[in-house]
């Protein structure tokens, strides 16, 4: 079965440090993955995609993710935190002939401290 | 301009009423979603329309009932609300069908009491 496993419903980080953000996916064929956020009150917005073209992917507002086949991973990064990232942060699947049914992981909260 | 918009934003309601959603979006896109938002933050997909036809139905309850007059709009009815109804409920567009990159709207809070 296709699902997507976000490790950690909650990541606390201090302005400034590393944020990483896990995303594991299981499937028995080749996936797109997407990072979506969503700000308190609000829709969610695509921070970045991997559509099996290069396997690091950049995003916007300094965000990256690298794709690792091997590890049937999809981890999220930004090397220094902003109080502005805080927000919930949602990893997501999609396959060929699927459409835009994506399955979303838990979601992981983000905390910036000052 | 919003891209995706959804009116109203919040609703509050009573069991058993009847209530809709309306959802437009002025990208140009062929495809429409609805996804629902559960109390723990999970999403998941409702129904998905391409160019006015329905694509997918994840099997939701036949009180839930869609329609896309035009391929910029899609509605969302829901009769006899039940207090499990209570959600936030997310319109989203993509270009076409195969493109799962999606817009989303800010989303429609409905409490059933």
């Known amino acids: 079965a296709q699902s997507v496993t976000q490790l950690g419903s909650h990541v606390s980080v201090s302005e400034g440090a590393l944020v990483l953000l896990r995303c594991n996916y299981s499937?028995?064929?080749?996936?797109?993955l997407f990072w979506y956020v969503q700000y308190p009150n609000q829709g969610l917005q695509l921070l970045l995609k991997y559509t099996s073209a290069a396997t690091l992917v950049k995003g916007i507002n300094g965000f990256e993710a690298e794709f690792k086949k091997s590890e049937t991973s999809f981890h999220l990064t930004k090397p220094s935190a902003h109080m502005s990232d805080a927000a919930e942060y949602f990893c997501?699947?999609?396959?060929?002939?699927?459409?835009?049914?994506?399955?979303f992981g838990q979601g992981t909260e983000l905390s910036v401290k000052p | 301009d919003t891209a995706v918009s959804q009116t109203p934003k919040y609703l509050v309601t009573q069991m058993g009423n009847d209530k809709s959603i309306k959802c437009e979006q002025n990208l140009g896109h062929d495809t429409m979603y609805w996804y629902k938002q559960d109390s723990k933050k999970f999403l998941k997909i409702m129904f998905s329309?391409?160019?006015?036809?329905?694509?997918i139905n994840e099997t939701v309850p036949n009180r839930f009932s869609p329609k896309s007059p035009d391929k910029a709009h899609l509605n969302l009815h829901i009769n006899s609300l039940e207090l499990g109804d209570s959600a936030v409920y997310f319109c989203?567009?993509?270009?076409?069908?195969?493109?799962?990159?999606?817009?989303f709207g800010e989303g429609s809070r409905l409490t059933v009491l």
């Open positions: 989203a567009s993509s270009l076409t069908w195969g493109k799962a990159e999606l817009f």
């Open positions: 499937s028995s064929v080749p996936p797109y």
């Open positions: 329309y391409n160019n006015k036809e329905l694509i």
């Open positions: 997501a699947v999609s396959f060929d002939n699927q459409g835009g049914k994506l399955i």
